[in-house]
């Protein structure tokens, strides 16, 4: 992992020289909407945003039904508000009919991601940042060769940067065996255009299997995740909603080494009309990137709805006007009346996310973050805690999860709203990479999301406002000096 941190400083080292010096642009130009003064009526929320189902695009009627069945599972004011929030940016897509399940830490998530790989009967797209070649890997390899010899077709996506300290023979014997392999943004200057947009990297982790279930979230196909965090073990628990989603998985000192004991992350499985977005990213990508072959479009089989969450799925990338994933957040927080849950593996949010959060609990809201007490990356990590002082003092509740590298980038807000995804809340996820984040409406969903936020609360330490105030002048050196450069970590 140190390997891969150096090796993509010095990428950006690289591209700092090769451009010009500056700010890089907001995630979002101008001013933020305001958010709704209150719940607006279920027909007005429908006429502002589009609902695909099973059967294709609905109507303003079936729209309405879609968001009755999701506003019956209780709190209703508090999803029109926050639907109505999400509108407010802009065009909102939601496809109605998924069934959505959490995956919580690596052997959760490898041991479904490899059955919908077992069980794959036309194709298989993966996509993920980190591609190792370690144990987990190398069983990856021999499974997808397996089902490519089987006939069915395959194509892989890494990041280059990413997935530096991989072997080319890792990938070499792949492409011999029939699989279509494809870099995103080579770091050789020979093997691509535009070599000064190096710092362009694809972060997002997405598998698809027959065009009928989707995974997504911020766990890489890397070593690290082998074991499960210490909250949860490695072993197979589950936190049943009232719905059926399921979850299954696994001091404010300054531990800046990212110790061998188990990474926390999320993932979500997905099956329904909201896979096909999965799907249809891979593809631009893949055609954006000129990588050889043609990933064939796919349809999921027709049948009856899988489950009866309402979804989005919300990608990114440095093209975008303005970052739909960091106004889904902002707006979100900004509209939110009970509660603001966020784990965030990476937390350098910038002034207008602060303020949000800020506002937020100074007007009731209970405001909770759980943050990394130990990181891959230490300067971010310093770069978010020059921001605790005025967040403890506004009310905000912050909690550094112990015994664990925290990697997960999950929010649930008022209830109803529920992210996973692979974007942080830093710069570089906001206005330098691909990624992208599923967000499941609804208080089913969100009850699920709220207990595993609880289970990482209750092996976190609370930062305390009087006791962070006495820390030392190293520790706020490495905060001022982090957070100078929070816009480029």
């Given at each position: 992992m140190r390997r891969r941190v150096a090796a993509l400083v010095l990428a950006l080292g690289a591209s700092v020289t090769l451009v010009a010096c500056g700010t890089p642009q907001p995630p979002v130009n101008g001013?933020?909407?305001?958010?709704?003064?209150?719940?607006?009526?279920?027909?007005r929320v429908a006429a502002r945003v589009d609902v695909v189902g099973p059967r294709g695009a609905m109507n303003q009627a079936n729209r309405e039904q879609a968001l009755q069945a999701t506003a019956a599972q209780g709190k209703a004011e508090l999803l029109k508000r926050q639907v109505a929030a999400m509108a407010a940016f802009g065009d909102v897509d939601l496809y109605a009919g998924n069934d959505a399940r959490l995956?919580?830490?690596?052997?959760?998530?490898?041991?479904?991601?490899?059955?919908?790989?077992?069980?794959?009967?036309?194709?298989?797209?993966?996509?993920?940042?980190?591609?190792?070649?370690?144990?987990?890997?190398?069983?990856?390899?021999?499974?997808?060769?397996?089902?490519?010899?089987?006939?069915?077709?395959?194509?892989?996506?890494?990041?280059?940067?990413?997935?530096?300290?991989?072997?080319?023979?890792?990938?070499?014997r792949m492409r011999q065996g029939g699989i279509a392999v494809c870099a995103f943004n080579p770091v050789n200057p020979l093997k691509r255009a535009r070599y000064h947009k190096i710092t362009h990297r694809d972060h997002r982790k997405i598998l698809v299997v027959d065009g009928e279930i989707g995974f997504t979230g911020g766990i890489n196909i890397s070593?690290?995740?082998?074991?499960?965090s210490s909250g949860f073990g490695g072993r197979a628990s589950s936190f049943p909603p009232r719905g059926s989603a399921r979850a299954s998985g696994s001091d404010g000192k300054d531990k800046d080494e990212a110790p061998d004991k188990g990474w926390r992350d999320t993932m979500i499985q997905v099956r329904g009309p909201a896979t096909k977005a999965l799907h249809t990213l891979f593809r631009e990508v893949w055609a954006q990137q000129r990588c050889e072959g043609t990933v064939a479009a796919i349809e999921p089989p027709p049948g009856p709805a899988p489950g009866r969450h309402l979804m989005r799925v919300i990608p990114s990338s440095p093209q975008d006007t303005q970052n739909r994933i960091y106004t889904l957040l902002i707006g979100s927080i900004r509209a939110a009346q009970r509660s603001v849950y966020l784990t965030m593996a990476y937390f350098a949010p910038g002034q207008d996310m602060v303020d949000a959060l800020c506002e937020a609990a100074q007007r009731g809201v209970d405001v909770q973050l759980i943050l990394p007490s130990r990181s891959d990356f230490a300067p971010v990590m310093h770069a978010g805690r020059a921001h605790y002082e005025r967040l403890l003092k506004a009310g905000v509740r912050i909690h550094e999860l112990q015994d664990a590298v925290l990697h997960?980038?999950?929010?649930?807000?008022?209830?109803?709203?529920s992210t996973v995804g692979s974007s942080n809340m830093d710069w570089r996820s906001f206005v330098h990479n691909n990624e992208v984040n599923a967000v499941v409406l609804g208080d089913d969903f969100g009850d699920a999301m709220t207990r595993m936020f609880e289970r990482d609360r209750a092996v976190s330490e609370p930062i305390e406002l009087r006791r962070w105030q006495d820390r030392g002048v190293w520790q706020r050196g490495k905060e001022f000096f982090s957070r100078m450069f929070e816009q480029w970590w």
């Open positions: 001013r933020l909407p305001d958010p709704p003064a209150s719940a607006p009526a279920l027909t995956l919580v830490d690596g052997p959760a998530t490898f041991a479904a991601m490899f059955a919908a790989i077992e069980r794959s009967r036309q194709q298989i797209v993966l996509e993920s940042y980190i591609i190792e070649d370690a144990d987990v890997s190398q069983q990856l390899a021999d499974l997808l060769l397996r089902r490519r010899a089987q006939g069915v077709e395959v194509a892989i996506l890494y990041d280059a940067v990413g997935s530096l300290g991989t072997q080319d023979a890792y990938f070499e070593a690290v995740y082998s074991s499960g997960a980038k999950t929010a649930v807000i008022d209830g109803v709203v």
